[in-house]
């Protein structure tokens, strides 16, 4: 049961258009929620976060809003630029607390191709 | 420069030869996580540890083991691998306050093949 998920494998979108990335969860204990941003051959690095107090996070070109009664978060990219062809990640996390496990729970990704 | 370095990035290997993926950050960060991502289901997570001696099951252990003797090194064991384990695999480090988001840091990845 995956508690996180992305439902688009790509996205193709115009250079200087918006883009807009989309994740799902299920679990109402989530506190934060990250974007992480992956290209071939390295690992994710972190982009922006949202705790689950908010309902908007922005950062530059990036802005993430969360929808907490649809349980369902997004990332806004504007403008899109050729840069930003990667895999985009959603995660959620419950903050540690009492030596928990700071464990990030993952979507399966979404593939970003940015058209010149 | 701030960074988790993870060895080797590629590894091919044949059924039942252990093996030993390295990772090491120097950010002096107490918690440090194994995850493997495999295609459609994102990054899980295989073992982690809260400090030295402290380690602990993740999400999908079996057939894995880890150790923290120092606070640096995190390194994943694979005894005995199978073709299962086939996947890519990513070290993970923060550090860890209560009550707060921590950025977790990703080295590059190890790519590893069980024929």
């Known amino acids: 049961d995956q508690q996180v998920k992305q439902n688009s494998p790509s996205l193709s979108v115009q250079e200087g258009r918006i883009s807009i990335l989309n994740c799902d969860y299920t679990?109402?204990?989530?506190?934060?929620f990250l974007w992480y941003k992956k290209y071939p051959a390295e690992g994710p690095t972190f982009l922006i976060s949202i705790s689950s107090i908010k309902d908007k996070n922005e950062d530059g070109r990036f802005t993430v809003f969360l929808n907490k009664s649809a349980k369902h978060l997004s990332l806004h990219i504007v403008p899109s630029q050729p840069g930003d062809s990667a895999v985009y990640f959603c995660a959620a996390t419950v903050v540690p607390f009492m030596d928990s496990n700071y464990q990030l729970i993952w979507g399966a990704g979404t593939k970003l191709i940015i058209k010149p | 420069e701030a960074q988790v370095t993870q060895n080797p990035r590629y590894l091919i290997t044949v059924t039942g030869k252990k093996l030993t993926v390295t990772c090491s950050q120097n950010?002096?960060?107490?918690?440090m996580s194994w995850y493997r991502q495999d295609p459609g289901l994102g990054l899980r997570q295989i073992y982690y540890s809260m400090n030295v001696e402290v380690t602990d099951k993740g999400d999908v252990p079996e057939g894995y083991k880890v150790s923290r003797k120092e606070k640096r090194n995190f390194p994943l064991i694979l005894e005995s691998p199978s073709p299962n384990q086939t996947s890519l695999y990513f070290c993970?480090?923060?550090?860890?306050?209560?009550?707060?988001?921590?950025?977790?840091?990703f080295g590059p990845g190890t790519r590893l093949t069980v024929l």
């Open positions: 679990n109402s204990m989530f506190d934060y």
């Open positions: 950010m002096n960060h107490e918690y």
């Open positions: 993970a480090s923060s550090s860890y306050s209560e009550g707060t988001n921590n950025e977790q840091f």
